[in-house]
């Protein structure tokens, strides 16, 4: 069973930057697809980004293409999301998401969940 854990999130001012990290246990890492999704208030959980076991393949939501980054550290069995020039849209649950398909898009079934870390980006 593959644990997963949220950190990082918290308030910020529009135009600011944060950088959430989530953690993995329970299986090489390396074997894992890692996703990043939100749930805002009201809406439906959304794809944010994707990434392979090598880190060289990567996905993302149109909406945050260019201002979100996601990387992996496999040594550390770790995944990390900078987010750079927040909005107050991105006000939202964020959720670190697995897989053991090799499937990093928005399309793909993604077997384990984090619990998640609030991210709130003020105006």
């Known amino acids: 069973q593959v644990q997963l854990s949220e950190s990082g999130g918290g308030l910020v001012q529009a135009g600011d930057s944060l950088r959430l990290s989530c953690a993995a246990s329970g299986r090489t890492f390396s074997t894992l697809t890692m996703g990043w999704f939100r749930q805002a208030p009201g809406k439906e959980r959304e794809f944010v980004g994707g990434i392979n076991w090598s880190g060289r393949l990567t996905a993302y939501a149109d909406s945050v293409k260019g201002r979100f980054t996601t990387s992996r550290d496999n040594a550390k069995s770790t995944v990390d999301l900078q987010m750079n020039s927040l909005k107050p849209e991105d006000t939202a649950i964020y959720f670190c998401?697995?897989?053991?398909?090799?499937?990093?898009?928005?399309?793909?079934?993604?077997?384990?969940w984090g619990q998640g870390t609030q991210v709130s980006v003020s105006s």
């Open positions: 998401a697995a897989n053991v398909f090799g499937c990093a898009g928005p399309k793909c079934a993604y077997t384990y």
